[in-house]
């Protein structure tokens, strides 16, 4: 995949959100548990959200946006990936929601890595830090209800 224009990368980050959306829509539908639905409808709601934010992303708005300052609990990084089932517990779709969010990151971040074009790169890194962010979002919801009840 190559961005080459900043209207490349709102296309790419908005049609993954979408993608993204539409799963965990589908997978509450399918949702066999009350929690699991609630938390697939959270994310879904989320994705929406994510979404809107990356369709009003601006070049201007990127060039003053605040990199986020918070230590990354790693959670995401020391577990496989978890296929989608219908019948997902709740600590599975957290773990799944963690490595959706950790693959957006690590693409946006090889991405801004591959251009030259500084205003591209800014973008990029913009999107990796807000997926970066979504992804320590999850890791800390799976660290207070799960690891803790371990």
């Given at each position: 995949?190559e961005?080459?224009?900043?209207?490349?990368?709102?296309r790419?980050?908005?049609?993954?959100?979408?993608t993204?959306y539409q799963l965990?829509?589908?997978a509450a539908?399918?949702?066999?548990?009350?929690?699991?639905?609630?938390m697939?409808?959270e994310?879904?709601?989320e994705?929406?959200?994510?979404?809107?934010s990356?369709e009003?992303l601006s070049?201007?708005g990127?060039?003053t946006y605040?990199?986020?300052?918070?230590?990354d609990m790693?959670?995401a990084?020391y577990?496989?990936d978890?296929?989608?089932?219908?019948?997902?517990?709740?600590?599975?779709?957290?773990?799944y929601?963690?490595k959706?969010e950790?693959?957006?990151y690590k693409?946006?971040?090889?991405?801004s890595?591959?251009?030259?074009?500084?205003?591209?790169?800014?973008?990029l890194q913009?999107?990796a830090d807000?997926?970066?962010g979504?992804?320590?979002?999850?890791?800390?919801?799976?660290?207070?209800?799960?690891?803790?009840e371990?």
């Amino acid at each position: 995949m190559e961005f080459k224009t900043f209207d490349d990368i709102i296309r790419f980050a908005v049609q993954r959100e979408e993608t993204a959306y539409q799963l965990y829509k589908t997978a509450a539908a399918k949702a066999t548990s009350i929690s699991a639905r609630k938390m697939f409808e959270e994310m879904a709601a989320e994705e929406a959200g994510h979404k809107h934010s990356f369709e009003n992303l601006s070049i201007a708005g990127a060039e003053t946006y605040t990199f986020a300052r918070q230590p990354d609990m790693k959670i995401a990084e020391y577990m496989v990936d978890v296929p989608f089932r219908e019948d997902m517990s709740y600590p599975e779709i957290l773990r799944y929601a963690m490595k959706t969010e950790e693959t957006a990151y690590k693409l946006y971040t090889a991405a801004s890595e591959l251009t030259d074009d500084p205003k591209l790169k800014r973008m990029l890194q913009v999107l990796a830090d807000i997926e970066k962010g979504h992804k320590l979002k999850v890791e800390a919801i799976y660290d207070e209800k799960v690891l803790t009840e371990m």
